[in-house]
């Protein structure tokens, strides 16, 4: 299974780029989606979450295959909707 070498957050809904955009001319949460490259040259959304239900960093997801990423995710939010 293919591995994650390199992760980034992109904004999830159109019309911003800049993550800098996101947090100050939003309303409200930005949606990011985790865009990840991997060691097999495919490249891939493997998560999306908004910014005050979720957090992550890019970092995690370094050395997971993409249902480690998704479970990564999954647990997460589980634990986000529990609380």
């Known amino acids: 299974m293919p591995r994650i070498v ?3 957050f992109v ?9 800098t955009e996101m947090v100050t001319h939003r309303s409200g949460p930005a ?3 985790v865009m990840a490259r ?3 040259g495919t490249e891939g ?3 999306a ?5 979720l957090t992550f960093t890019e ?4 050395g997971l295959t993409r249902r480690e990423a998704q479970q990564l995710w999954m647990d997460r939010d589980t634990a986000y ?3």
Do not use: Q
């Not at 904004?11 to 993550?19: E, F, I, N, V």
């Open 11 to 19: 904004d999830a809904d159109p019309g911003l780029s800049k993550l």
């Open 6 to 8: 390199e992760a980034r």
């Open 81 to 83: 909707l529990r609380s």
């Open 45 to 47: 959304e493997v998560a």
């Open 31 to 33: 949606r990011l989606a």
């Open 49 to 53: 979450f908004y910014t005050d239900e």
């Open 59 to 62: 970092r995690e997801f370094i």
């Open 38 to 40: 991997f060691d097999d």
